[in-house]
């Protein structure tokens, strides 16, 4: 199955946040992306897109597969694709909180 690098780029209010997944395992560590992937990241996407390094989040979906050579590079394609795409939208919605915390027993 093919694996992906999937973004969302949310602005708003002069403030631009990015969300990107991985099917990857993990980063660093027991993954197979390196330890420099999310510094080098954020660096591209600060030069390229004007991103505050501290706008990204970056999530790993547990995916065992390993990741093509180039993913560091397809990542910050999809982030700058998504950012170029950006249509307007309008979220309306409503927060209940129903149950905070459940202690299991």
Same mark, same amino acid.
């Given at each position: 199955?093919?694996?992906?690098?999937?973004?969302?780029?949310?602005?708003? =209010?002069?403030?631009? +946040?990015?969300?990107?997944?991985?099917? +990857?395992?993990? !980063?660093?560590? !027991?993954?197979?992306?390196? =330890?420099?992937?999310?510094?080098?990241?954020?660096?591209?996407?600060?030069?390229? !897109?004007?991103?505050?390094?501290?706008?990204?989040?970056?999530?790993?979906?547990?995916?065992?597969?390993?990741?093509?050579?180039?993913?560091?590079? *397809?990542?910050?394609?999809?982030?700058?694709?998504?950012?170029?795409?950006?249509?307007?939208? *309008?979220?309306?919605? *409503?927060?209940?909180?129903?149950?905070?915390? !459940?202690? *299991?027993?």
């Amino acid at each position: 199955d093919p694996m992906y690098a999937r973004a969302l780029v949310i602005q708003g =209010n002069g403030t631009t +946040v990015v969300i990107v997944t991985l099917d +990857v395992v993990a !980063i660093a560590e !027991i993954g197979s992306i390196k =330890n420099d992937f999310l510094s080098k990241l954020r660096a591209i996407l600060k030069k390229d !897109i004007g991103l505050d390094p501290g706008s990204l989040i970056v999530n790993c979906s547990h995916c065992h597969g390993v990741p093509c050579g180039d993913v560091l590079e *397809r990542t910050a394609q999809a982030v700058k694709l998504a950012a170029r795409k950006l249509v307007p939208v *309008r979220i309306v919605g *409503r927060l209940v909180l129903d149950r905070l915390a !459940i202690p *299991r027993l």
